[in-house]
């Protein structure tokens, strides 16, 4: 499923979750936002999409942290749910995504 971040204006964030990113995982909320304007991979999170649609996202910081990334989307802003290092598995679909995808 292709979801198209690039009519988004900006990242809104839920306060307690910022802090949780930060506290729980080291994830910066300015490196998640670097994430959303490099190379991602994006999909929806079915499991987790009861109340709203969400979505998971792999991406990588500007010094080539990859993270994984939970969002929804109100209006025109992604609001972050979550954030953390991804793991082996997530970096290697991450990978093969990159592979198989022509860069401008």
Partial sequence: MDVDLSKLEGLEWDEGN?????????????ETEEAFFNFYVVFPDQRHSLAEPRYGMYGKTNVDKLLFIVFTIRGRRARVISARPASKKERNTYEETFKKTPQV
């Avoid at 910022?18 to 300015?30: F, M, R, V, Y």
Wanted: proline share 0%.
């Fill in 18 to 30: 910022q802090n949780k990113s930060l506290e729980k995982h080291g994830i910066t909320a300015l």
